[in-house]
């Protein structure tokens, strides 16, 4: 397996290279959509199948001509729903199949395996490659990109100034994402001069757009008092707007403030709904929380097997505490 993926990485570089350089040669024949490797002449020289098969994403039968002949999705569309899988290694061949079509998507989608070595070497010079050509195509998401890679400094020098710019760029073309990196910059006043109003005007402008981490900085603001008068009542508005936009760090928020009673009254049933509701999204720290809430019966009765679901689903969101709980609860079982 280590071997084909070696393989593979060398096939994707000279293929994407060569897909740059060769405007002539037809990307169909040359990226394999079975497996992603080099498909140079009538078959693909690492999986064997022709050139051009691919799998239809609807139904999965294996075609050769532009439209699926049992369902008649489109080749095109079938590798838009591909290349979005969340598995990295389905997405692959789509990836790279479109990135060769230069499409912006699929550009800022191959940046990504450059910046993990996924079938390839980790190569910071492509990441940026990468993101450069699909920001110069005016696509937003790449320009917020290339400002996330200046602002951590991990593939480059830390450049605080050039990934304002970069956010900048992505906000002019409509990315609420971007107003809300401008905004925090402002709050955070560790690179420019702090100004609580010019960061709340950039949240605001993405809130009104419904981006809840917008909505949930917002709502901090007015429990600090941050620019604005501070204001509990105000600040829980806008959290239960942050969560009703779907952000699961305001509902898991919610859910605490409910039960603490801190900044509103108590209220066990509102609390443990919010953490339900954060934990549907994804948030780990909720589904622990529950997890010690009916372990040591806190606000609920007792429930080592309720304790257990939630530690476990916590330690498959990846949290170690959690996984070290589950064991905990197994060992005083077994004594």
């Known amino acids: 397996m280590k071997k084909l993926l070696v393989i593979l990485g060398v096939i994707c570089l000279s293929v994407f290279s060569a897909g740059f350089a060769e405007e002539s040669v037809s990307w169909e024949h040359r990226v394999c959509l079975e497996c992603g490797g080099e498909a140079d002449g009538d078959f693909c020289s690492v999986c064997g199948k ?16 532009g439209s699926c002949r049992s369902c008649g999705m489109s080749r095109e569309a079938s590798l838009d729903v591909q290349a979005s899988s969340g598995n990295l290694m389905t997405a692959w061949p789509a990836v790279c199949y479109l990135a060769g079509q230069s499409r912006p998507d699929a550009l800022v989608s191959l940046a990504h395996y450059y910046e993990l070595g996924l079938f390839m070497p980790k190569d910071t010079a492509m ?20 400002g996330r890679v200046y602002d951590q400094g991990e593939l480059v020098t830390r450049d605080y100034y050039k990934s304002m710019e970069c956010y900048q760029k992505a906000a002019d073309l409509g990315s609420v994402e971007a ?15 702090r100004n609580y109003d010019k960061a709340l005007e950039y949240y605001r402008q993405a809130a009104e757009k419904g981006d809840a981490d917008s909505l949930m900085s917002i709502a901090y603001c007015y429990a600090e008092g941050r620019g604005v008068e501070r204001n509990p009542d105000l600040a829980m508005e806008y959290y239960e707007k942050a969560a009703e936009a779907g952000s699961s760090l305001a509902c898991d928020y919610l859910g605490y403030l409910y039960l ?26 909720s589904m622990a929380a529950l997890g010690y809430m009916y372990q040591y019966g806190i606000d609920v009765d007792p429930d080592p097997a309720e304790a257990a679901r939630w530690y476990e689903q916590a330690a498959l969101a990846g949290r170690a505490d959690a996984l070290e709980a589950l064991a905990s609860l197994d060992a005083g079982k077994e004594k």
Do not use: H, I
């Open 179 to 193: 107003l809300w990196y401008l905004g925090t910059f402002y709050e955070d006043g560790s690179t420019v001069r």
């Open 50 to 65: 022709p050139a051009g098969a691919w799998n239809c994403s609807a139904c999965g039968t294996e075609n050769l001509t």
């Open 260 to 285: 603490s009673g801190e900044s509103t009254s108590k209220d066990v049933e509102k609390g443990l709904s919010w953490y339900r509701k954060a934990a549907e999204l994804g948030n780990s720290r």
């Open 127 to 146: 990441v940026l490659s990468c993101l450069q050509l699909a920001a110069d195509m005016d696509y937003a998401p790449a320009w917020v990109k290339l």
